[in-house]
């Protein structure tokens, strides 16, 4: 027990303490470091904010290594200090080059800043997702289909960058699908990820569309590997669908001037549009909104 003491008395008390103080002040360049470190440690998170960090901390050493250099002439401050910005430097350069490798084809930049910026994506997350894709933006040609139905397997997921595609059932318009909409996001929901299924809708392109696409055994592949992109898209796929089934709604008619609501199944509403009645087929997949609606009372009973 006295041999710890003895420690710690030795380890308190073998410096001397402050007896007096230094009048004056240090140097601006020391206040100057210290400014720059109240600063950059103000830095916030992603690319831009580490860049901002790295960069004001480095100056902060810099400043410090003058410091020690010039009024404190004392070689390990200075050594120190110039290795912590020697460390910032490197830090810097390496995110500057990440920023730069993180570009973009003009049509992936505005999807970016249209549908996933907003959603606070980060540019190394939307990158992942690029990839996934193979960077490639798909052209269909006015009046080509992109899926036939009955015919046309359900092997990817795709979304509308530019144009109008026209969804019709047997013949029949049910709704269009507009930029920054998946073409084919009711078809991925239906199915589990080891079934297989066919198109049960003919989609037509109304003008030169664009589109990315995304083959569906890679993007399940992603999702095991990044969960949070898996949630992002499960959040994105239903969104969509909601569109779609409220696209639909304002469509189907079921005679006597009554309107279907998705909303309240078992009621009709009276219909103050004049659109002749629409009516969907009913050979749809499971779980998928473009079906006709079944199951309700007559509305003149």
């Not at 206040?31 to 470190?37: C, E, P």
Request: charged share 20%.
């Amino acid at each position: 027990m006295g041999e710890n003491a003895s420690f710690w008395e030795s380890l308190i008390y073998a410096h001397p303490t402050c007896t007096t103080w230094k009048q004056e002040a240090e140097g601006s360049i020391y206040h100057l470091a210290s400014i720059l470190f109240v600063v950059g440690f103000m830095g916030g998170s992603g690319f831009f904010g580490l860049l901002y960090v790295f960069s004001l901390l480095g100056l902060g050493f810099l400043c410090s290594s003058v410091w020690a250099w010039l009024d404190v002439c004392a070689a390990d401050i200075f050594s120190w200090n110039f290795i912590l910005f020697a460390i910032c430097f490197v830090q810097f350069i390496y995110v500057t080059y990440q920023v730069r490798s993180v570009s973009f084809d003009r049509e992936f930049q505005e999807l970016y800043s249209a549908l996933f910026q907003p959603l606070g994506i980060s540019l190394t997350v939307y990158r992942k997702i690029v990839l996934c894709c193979d960077a490639e933006v798909v052209t269909l040609e006015k009046e080509h289909c992109y899926a036939m139905q009955g015919k046309t397997p359900i092997d990817k997921l795709s979304l509308l960058v530019s144009g109008r595609i026209r969804v019709t059932v047997d013949g029949e318009f049910l709704h269009y699908i507009f930029p920054l909409q998946f073409l084919d996001s009711p078809e991925w929901d239906s199915l589990r990820p080891t079934e297989e299924g066919i198109f049960q809708v003919t989609l037509t392109a109304e003008t030169d569309c664009r589109y990315v696409a995304w083959r569906r055994k890679k993007l399940y592949l992603l999702f095991a590997k990044h969960r949070f992109i898996s949630r992002l898209f499960s959040i994105l796929i239903g969104s969509d669908i909601a569109e779609k089934l409220y696209a639909l709604n304002d469509r189907v008619h079921v005679g006597k001037g009554c309107r279907y609501d998705i909303r309240l199944p078992n009621f009709y509403h009276v219909s103050l549009s004049e659109t002749p009645p629409v009516q969907p087929s009913h050979h749809l997949q499971r779980g998928s909104p473009r079906r006709k609606p079944t199951g309700v009372t007559n509305c003149g009973s």
